[in-house]
Nanobody, 124 residues
């Protein structure tokens, strides 16, 4: 079983930065995906960034060039560095994981394990 725990959310002004962290507990099989999703009130959950265990990384167009996903060497923590934040980035951010995947997509249905979420609020 896998457990995910996010931290690092908060409130920031437009143009500011935040760094989210996700601690992963459990066993991942080869070929897994770790990803960040977000969900704003009244909107569907959307993928933000995803990283495959073999290295490939995907970003949503809306965050490309502003957000950076990374994993520590011990493979136990996933981070999301968010720069140049905009009010439209305001949402609950979730860490997600999926095992035995060849590609990391942005459909929530692809992911089995989820964290409890951490709120990010960007004021204008």
């Amino acid at each position: 079983q896998v457990q995910l725990q996010e931290s690092g959310g908060g409130s920031v002004e437009s143009g500011g930065s935040l760094r989210l962290s996700c601690r992963a507990y459990g066993t991942f099989y080869n070929g897994y995906c770790l990803a960040w999703f977000r969900q704003a009130p009244g909107k569907e959950r959307e993928g933000v960034a995803a990283r495959h265990s073999d290295g490939p990384i995907n970003y949503a167009d809306s965050v490309e060039g502003r957000f950076t996903i990374s994993q520590d060497d011990a493979k136990t923590a996933l981070s999301l560095q968010m720069n140049s934040l905009k009010p439209e980035d305001t949402a609950m951010y979730y860490c997600a994981a999926a095992s035995r995947r060849q590609l990391c997509g942005f459909s929530p249905d692809e992911y089995t394990f989820w964290g409890q979420g951490t709120q990010v609020t960007v004021s204008s």
